[in-house]
């Protein structure tokens, strides 16, 4: 007899579940410590699993049937015709921050990501799943005095915290051998809150306080393309196109300044439809070696410079909150990255052991002062660990360190040390069994 998929119909319903548990985790923590991430929509987060993490990212020209690829969903369409496969991170990060030669660390916890893949059929793969895809966390404060009598101090203090999260679903699909496109569509929602304080030891000066925020709900596309050729019996080359598309978000920017004191007032403004998504590009090629080396190039170009977004200013006197254009700009990020595993099917457990390194580069989306903000620049290398049980010998631990340095001239160093754990779960769910 066979058994019948109404089963495993169930299970997916049940995955479906714990993903949007999962988004009340993501909704609730922030991934950042970062004062950098008062500028733009935040810190941009990593939007990978555990496999690709390890590479530093690497992935757009990924394509493989053992792991949901979500940086480029044509990818879909490899996974493995009887496989279920689920994947989930964390990661736990220490960060020194350098300026002007004082020296301060923090640390930092957070739950990454959710994320499912399937087969519906050959040469059918859907995937659903949750990611971040901004971060705001920071508080700090500065102090100086007024005047030359150094009898007046003030104190500048600066908070936010907030994010904005997506759920997507997307298929890939290939038509033609070697040849495979995808889509994933996602509902981005989250909201951030700014806030700006100035206060002063002398109490006939009054303090004001700025406070910036908005919600956003809103849609996400992107799209991708990937081209496999076997070279000889034990290469194949595999290119990987994708698009993101770049869209107004809809959501409303507001600004309240609360002025205290001796003089008491508050002024509220809005900046209308003040967001708005950036197109993005990406290509990636992937070389394997017999699944015993894999090693990969990518890069991605973010047209942030071309959106818009609010900004409060000083216009002849008066204070205005507008949106504009070219506050923030044009951002780009390579990766090189690689895997190697002596034999995936080998009976020797070291043997399938993976070993994974990357190295990215990427250029700052944020101005700071009117000048560029932080270039960044990491590298990672983790493992990917075979779990075995009685049942299954395919999934996979997989654990990465990662070192990141955000720094530019004349302004604040970050260096990060973060750890990734994922637990990539890869069962058999879709195998017809037989009694006899």
């Known amino acids: 007899m066979h058994v019948k998929l109404s089963k495993n119909m169930r299970r997916i319903f049940n995955i479906a579940a714990l993903l949007l548990m999962c988004s009340s985790c993501l909704y609730a923590q922030s991934g950042t410590n970062s004062p950098y991430s008062q500028f733009g929509l935040g810190v941009l987060s990593e939007q990978s699993g555990g496999v690709n993490r390890g590479m530093n990212g690497l992935g757009v020209g990924l394509r493989e049937h053992d792991q949901v690829n979500v940086l480029n969903p044509a990818s879909y369409s490899s996974i493995d015709s009887l496989s279920f496969i689920f994947d989930a991170g964390f990661s736990g990060q220490i960060t020194n921050f350098k300026e002007d030669g004082r020296s301060k660390n923090a640390k930092n916890a957070n739950f990454e990501y959710a994320v499912a893949g399937f087969r519906l059929r050959k040469g059918l793969g859907m995937s659903l799943g949750i990611l971040p895809f901004t971060n705001v966390g920071y508080h700090y404060q500065?102090?100086?005095?007024?005047?030359?009598?150094?009898?007046?101090?003030?104190t500048n203090q600066f908070a936010g915290e907030g994010g904005l999260r997506h759920v997507f679903v997307g298929a890939g699909w290939s038509p033609l051998k070697g040849f495979s496109i995808g889509a994933n569509i996602a509902y981005l929602w989250g909201s951030y809150t700014r806030s700006v304080t100035n206060s002063y030891s002398d109490e006939d000066i009054s303090s004001l306080t700025k406070t910036y925020g908005a919600t956003i709900s809103s849609y996400k596309l992107d799209f991708g393309v990937q081209y496999e050729q076997k070279i000889t019996g034990k290469d194949r080359l595999a290119l990987g196109l994708t698009y993101g598309l770049g869209h107004r978000l809809g959501a409303d920017a507001t600004c309240?300044?609360?002025?205290?004191g001796i003089v008491s007032d508050t002024a509220s403004h809005k900046a209308e439809d003040a967001w708005e998504l950036p197109m993005t590009i990406g290509a990636g090629l992937s070389w394997n070696h017999g699944n015993r080396w894999r090693v990969g190039f990518d890069y991605t170009l973010q047209k942030w410079g071309s959106v818009s977004s609010p900004n409060y200013y000083n216009e002849a006197g008066k204070m205005v909150y507008s949106v504009e254009k070219g506050l923030l700009k044009d951002r780009s990020k390579m990766t090189l990255g690689g895997e190697y595993c002596n034999n995936e099917n080998g009976r020797d457990f070291f043997q399938r052991i993976r070993y994974r390194l990357g190295f990215s580069?990427?250029?700052p989306y944020v101005k700071v002062n009117g000048k560029d903000g932080p270039k960044e620049l990491s590298v990672s290398a983790g493992f990917g660990i075979p779990i075995k049980n009685g049942y299954n010998n395919r999934s996979m631990l997989n654990i990465s360190g990662q070192w990141q340095q955000t720094s530019a001239p004349g302004l604040l160093k970050e260096n990060t040390f973060r750890i990734n754990i994922g637990f990539t779960f890869n069962e058999r769910w879709f195998m017809?069994?037989?009694?006899?």
Do not use: I, P
């Open 256 to 260: 309240v300044v609360v002025t205290s």
């Open 432 to 436: 017809k069994w037989k009694f006899e």
């Open 142 to 154: 500065n102090t100086g005095f007024v005047d030359n009598g150094r009898t007046t101090t003030y």
């Open 361 to 363: 580069y990427a250029t």
